[in-house]
C-alpha cells in the first residue's frame, strides 16, 4: 500500500458486497481463530485483537444480524469506530484502490432511514454496499451495543 | 390522435406500458447487485454506462412473495424529474422483450378497483385487450415516494 493513498475494504456478504473506507479495518483474519464459547447478544464468538477480547458478529445478505453461521464465513474482517473494535465474519475481503471505485449517491427510489449503506460504489464491473463501522456499529442491536459498553469496562 | 407505446411484460400475466422514447435499452441476462435494507420492490442495481442504476421489480410491488430471483431481461427507462432537467435513468425487470403498440385518444379509460397497486405507479391508463393497462409514472417510481409505502 502507497503511503498517502486512499483504499477500501471489500467485504462479501454472500451475494452482498459491502465496501468500507480501509482505515475503519483493523485487520482482516481468519475465522478459525475465533472463541465461540458464549458469544455476545446477537454474535457468534470473540476474537483476540491487540489484547482485547473483541465481539464478532455474522451479518446476513440483508444486513441481519445473525445469531449462527449458515454459509461458508471463513474471513473476520476486525473493524473500529469510535473506540469500539469489532468483527465482521466475511465469505471473502480484499482491499481496492479508490481509483478503481466510483461512488455513486443511493437512488432515492431504495432509501430507507436508518440503513447503515449511505452510497453504492462501481468497481471491477461489480457494485458495492458503502458504508462506515460507524454506521455499521450503530446498527448493532441494542443489545449488543450494552454488550460492548459491558466488556469495555470489565477490561 | 394515437401514440405509440412499449408494451411491458413482467410475467403471470401482468404488463404495463412506457411512452415510446422513455425505453431506451435491453439487457438480457442483467447482473444485477443485491442492496440489503432497501425496499422489496427496489432492492437491487445494476452498472449501466457509467451510471449504477435501480432496478424495479413489478412483481413485488404487485405482490411481495412474487419477488422476481433470476432476471433473463432488463430495460433500462429513462425519464425527467421535473421539465428541462437532465434525464435520470432507471431499470424494470422483464420477461420477454417490450412489444410496440399504438395506443389512441379513446383507449383512455380507469384502472379497474382490483388494480389498486397499479393505481400507485400509473400516470394513465388505457384499455388494451381485456383489461386496463397502466401507463407507469417512471419520475414517481424513482423518486422516493413509494420507499417506504406499505406492502
Same mark, same amino acid.
Given at each position: ?9 471489500? +467485504? ?7 465496501? &468500507?473506507?480501509?482505515?475503519? @479495518?483493523?485487520? $482482516?483474519?481468519?475465522? $478459525? ?16 485483537? !491487540?489484547?482485547? =477480547?473483541?465481539? &464478532? ?5 440483508? /444486513?441481519? %444480524? ?6 461458508? =464465513? ?24 479508490? !481509483? ?38 450503530? !446498527? ?16 | 390522435?394515437?401514440? $405509440?407505446?412499449? /408494451? ?43 451510471? @449504477?442504476?435501480?432496478? %424495479? ?9 412474487? =419477488? ?19 434525464? =435520470?435513468?432507471?431499470? &424494470?425487470?422483464? @420477461? ?8 389512441? !385518444?379513446?383507449?383512455?379509460?380507469? /384502472? ?25 409514472? +417512471? ?13
Amino acid at each position: 500500500m502507497r503511503s498517502g493513498e486512499s483504499e477500501f475494504a471489500l +467485504l462479501r456478504l454472500d451475494r452482498t458486497n459491502l465496501i &468500507v473506507p480501509r482505515n475503519d @479495518v483493523r485487520i $482482516i483474519e481468519l475465522a $478459525i481463530d475465533l472463541e465461540r464459547d458464549q458469544p455476545p447478544p446477537h454474535g457468534i464468538g470473540w476474537i483476540l485483537f !491487540d489484547r482485547q =477480547r473483541c465481539p &464478532v458478529y455474522c451479518p446476513s445478505m440483508e /444486513l441481519e %444480524w445473525m445469531d449462527e453461521v449458515t454459509s461458508p =464465513r471463513p474471513i473476520c474482517a476486525v473493524l473500529n469506530a469510535k473506540g469500539v473494535t469489532f468483527g465482521l465474519l466475511c465469505s471473502e475481503a480484499k482491499l481496492l484502490r479508490s !481509483d478503481d471505485i466510483s461512488f455513486h449517491d443511493l437512488p432515492p427510489a431504495m432509501v430507507v432511514p436508518g440503513s447503515p449503506i449511505h452510497r453504492l460504489a462501481a468497481y471491477e464491473g461489480g457494485v458495492a454496499c458503502a458504508s462506515l463501522a460507524a454506521r455499521i456499529l450503530g !446498527d448493532l442491536p441494542a443489545a449488543a451495543a450494552q454488550e460492548r459498553r459491558t466488556t469495555s469496562e470489565a477490561l | 390522435m394515437e401514440s $405509440i407505446a412499449w /408494451l411491458l411484460d413482467f410475467g403471470d400475466g401482468e404488463v404495463a406500458a412506457v411512452g415510446q422514447r422513455e425505453l431506451l435499452h435491453l439487457v438480457p441476462q442483467p447482473e444485477i447487485f443485491d442492496v440489503p435494507r432497501t425496499p422489496q420492490h427496489c432492492s437491487r442495481v445494476l452498472a449501466w454506462q457509467n451510471r @449504477v442504476v435501480p432496478v %424495479w421489480d413489478v412483481r413485488a410491488w404487485l405482490s411481495p412473495e412474487s =419477488r422476481t430471483e433470476s432476471a433473463s431481461l432488463a430495460a433500462i427507462v429513462g425519464y425527467q424529474a421535473r421539465v428541462g432537467e437532465q434525464p =435520470r435513468f432507471g431499470a &424494470v425487470l422483464l @420477461v420477454k422483450p417490450p412489444g410496440r403498440i399504438a395506443v389512441k !385518444d379513446a383507449d383512455a379509460c380507469e /384502472l379497474a378497483d382490483r388494480q389498486a397497486r397499479w393505481k400507485e405507479l400509473a400516470i394513465s391508463s388505457f384499455r388494451h385487450g381485456e383489461d386496463p393497462v397502466a401507463i407507469l409514472d +417512471l419520475p414517481r417510481m424513482y423518486s422516493g415516494v413509494l420507499a417506504n409505502h406499505p406492502a
